[in-house]
Nanobody, 121 residues
Framework: QLQLVESGGGLVQPGGFLRLSCAAS????????MGWYRQAPGKQRELVAT???????NYAGSLKGRFTISRDNAKKTVSLQMNSLKPEDTAVYYC???????????????WGQGTQVTVSS
């Protein structure tokens, strides 16, 4: 069964850092774009960052410089290093991946279950 499993969330003080990780498992032919999204209470889910299989990255403008996305294609993992965290970064963070299950098929987007990040003193 294909799944994305996130880890690394938690409670951190303002100015602190966290590293989120997400691992894809199951019968996978290939993974195109992987990324992180977040959803704060009462708000819509928003893009944090994405990364292609060739390591081209895209960030939400307000987060570039504080957050860094990376991936390991061999391990089918994507990570998000979050520095200088602010209370407004508090949200549930979701991993997403465009996964190709078989050769010559189109990718399907899969989502992780989410991991809570709380920035508070």
């Amino acid at each position: 069964q294909l799944q994305l499993v996130e880890s690394g969330g938690g409670l951190v003080q303002p100015g602190g850092f966290l590293r989120l990780s997400c691992a894809a498992s199951g019968s996978i032919f290939g993974i195109n774009v992987m990324g992180w999204y977040r959803q704060a209470p009462g708000k819509q889910r928003e893009l944090v960052a994405t990364i292609t299989s060739g390591s081209f990255t895209n960030y939400a403008g307000s987060l570039k410089g504080r957050f860094t996305i990376s991936r390991d294609n061999a391990k089918k993992t994507v990570s998000l290093q979050m520095n200088s965290l602010k209370p407004e970064d508090t949200a549930v963070y979701y991993c997403a991946a465009d996964i190709v299950l078989r050769d010559w098929t189109r990718p399907t987007t899969y989502w992780g279950q989410g991991t809570q990040v709380t920035v508070s003193s």
